[in-house]
Nanobody, 121 residues
Framework: QVQLVESGGGLVQPGGSLRLSCAASGSIFSINVMGWYRQAPGKQRELVAA???????NYADSVKGRFTISRDNAKNTVALQMNSLKPEDTAVYYC???????????????WGQGTQVTVSA
């Protein structure tokens, strides 16, 4: 079994910063893309940022220049540094990873439980 455990959410004022972390554990052979998604009330879940095992990154236009995604392949972790936060960044943030548990098994998408980020004065 595989688990993704997130940490680092909370309440922050506009213009502030937060750092989210996510650790994958369990039966892991390899991890392909790791990413962060978010879902605000009444809205669909959307991709915030993603990073490949080789370090290539992709960001939503709304967070470019403010958020930075990084990963540690040796520790199976991914982090999201969020700066210059805005009220519209308020959402539940979910960690996602494409994981193969064995060399011969398909890659499956796994999700963390979500962590709340609230940006408010």
């Amino acid at each position: 079994q595989v688990q993704l455990v997130e940490s680092g959410g909370g309440l922050v004022q506009p213009g502030g910063s937060l750092r989210l972390s996510c650790a994958a554990s369990g039966s892991i052979f390899s991890i392909n893309v790791m990413g962060w998604y978010r879902q605000a009330p009444g809205k669909q879940r959307e991709l915030v940022a993603a990073i490949t095992s080789g370090g290539s990154t992709n960001y939503a236009d709304s967070v470019k220049g403010r958020f930075t995604i990084s990963r540690d392949n040796a520790k199976n972790t991914v982090a999201l540094q969020m700066n210059s936060l805005k009220p519209e960044d308020t959402a539940v943030y979910y960690c996602n990873a494409g994981i193969k548990s064995r060399p011969w098994t398909p890659e499956y998408p796994y999700w963390g439980q979500g962590t709340q980020v609230t940006v408010s004065a």
